[in-house]
């Protein structure tokens, strides 16, 4: 009759076999599982709500993104990129819209830095869109905490319509219908405030004539 291994050897084989039932049901199987449902059900959004322009991928409606105009010596790494007055532009972003950095600025309410910075944004968003500086919406002027919000609030995108209108020759009216039609209600119609995804809008207003 074989002796019966230790009790601190089987505790441990207890242990590992315990380890591996779960790696494989949690590791693999759960993974799988969720992931297949979400291929089933919501197969956009399982896939990064990716959205796209003539059949090619130009960004996705979760991340924010730049619309600057394109910079006259692209080697130059102090050359300020410029916004495009064809686009509804995005608030300010502390990563530059970087997918891959994800954050905030970190500086408090109480920060010269800070409170220099959006003096700076409030006078160059005024003059870029023609309104008075006391009319900029505070998003137009302050980062979000991930630095890739998608969404300006509804009164910053108003703010932009002249400017938008004039550079590509429409009509303020299809202007505000568009911000309209991707606008985004309170999350379960209580929370935070209306939101227009300035990536879903650019969109459209891509093949808006």
Request: charged letters at 20%; proline letters at 8%; glycine letters at 8%.
């Given at each position: ?17 315990m380890?591996l ?5 949690l ?10 449902i ?7 959004k399982?896939d990064?709500?990716i ?17 600057d105009?394109?910079k006259?010596h692209p ?11 064809k ?9 530059a819209?970087?997918?891959?950095s ?15 910075a959006?003096?700076e ?9 023609g309104v008075?500086p006391?009319?900029?919406p505070?998003d ?11 969404q ?7 703010e ?6 004039k ?9 505000n ?27 459209a ?5």
């Amino acid at each position: 009759m074989p002796k019966p291994l230790p009790t601190t050897v089987r505790t441990h084989l207890t242990a590992l076999r315990m380890l591996l039932v779960m790696t494989v049901i949690l590791g693999l199987a759960y993974p799988l599982l969720v992931t297949g449902i979400a291929q089933a059900a919501f197969p956009a959004k399982a896939d990064g709500s990716i959205v796209k322009a003539d059949g090619k991928e130009v960004g996705s409606s979760l991340l924010g993104q730049n619309y600057d105009l394109p910079k006259k010596h692209p080697d130059d790494p102090n050359e300020q990129a410029q916004p495009d007055p064809k686009w509804f532009q995005p608030r300010p972003a502390a990563n530059a819209y970087d997918p891959k950095s994800s954050g905030a600025s970190n500086l408090g309410p109480d920060s010269e830095d800070l409170l220099k910075a959006v003096q700076e944004r409030r006078a160059a968003v005024a003059a870029f869109d023609g309104v008075a500086p006391a009319s900029v919406p505070v998003d137009a002027v302050t980062a979000s905490g991930s630095g890739l919000d998608p969404q300006i609030s509804v009164a910053y995108a108003k703010e932009q319509v002249d400017r938008v209108a004039k550079a590509r020759n429409l009509s303020v009216d299809t202007l505000n219908k568009l911000i309209g039609t991707y606008t985004d209600g309170r999350s379960l119609g209580f929370l935070g405030q209306a939101g227009v995804n300035v990536v879903l809008l650019n969109n459209a207003l891509a093949s808006t004539k």
